[in-house]
């Protein structure tokens, strides 16, 4: 296994299980524990992970911003299941914009077998769409490694020229006062010109996103038209896209 493999494998196993010794690691991945330690230090450098005594915990303070990677491989079925609806709402000929994001990414592998136009800021969620034959056009901009999303006033510049009818939008963290917000500025500014071009807004964001702020905020409640997740948020929240206006539907309820 090579040191980046490893590495993925180890964020992945201390994501799943919420936390792994150096012991588990090394027994599970057949490497010894001062490799695994070593691993752990590169790992905690990178936001990808926090070191705890004796093994690892998943990053979780506000102004860490976990890595795609990371990102990619939690609540995956969870992911997938609230991808399947959202796509419903994808229409002929429309113009779809599909924020950069682990969420949107399986959004983009479930759109329906329509014509429709595509935009994104996400290289790799262009690709992902242009082998279904479809139009996508990509905003430009400088591309941030740890979320491989583009930002920028390239990004920035598409974003106030161009209009959508739907936005698949993706977010780090929901909370009934502080709206949707996310770790990085430039990705903030460019998530809150996507929802201003919008016509409809669609919220893809799992349930560990409830009750969660970020750095930044972007977004109130009340730019949502749409929320799917895979279980409804409840309490104030609930309340708060109550009164927001927001629909929401649960996929595995």
Sequence with gaps: MLPAERKRTIVRLVTERDGCSVAELAAELDFSKATIRRDLRDLETEGRIERSHGG???????????SYDQREVENLDAKRAIAGRASEEIR???????????????VARAVPETEFVAATNMPELATELSRRDLEVKLTGGTLRARTRALVGPTAEAFLDRTNFDLLVLGTNAVDSTAGLSTPNEDEAAVKSQMVDQASRVVLVADCSKFGERSFV?????SAIDLLVTDRSPTGTLATAFDDAGVTVEGVNE
Excluded at 56 to 66: I, L, Y
Excluded at 95 to 105: E, K, P, R, S
């Design 56 to 66: 690892a915990v998943p990053s979780s303070s506000v102004g860490t911003e976990r």
């Design 92 to 106: 002929e000929d429309h113009v779809v914009f599909f924020d950069a994001g682990t969420t949107t990414m399986e």
């Design 217 to 221: 905020s972007f977004a109130d409640l």
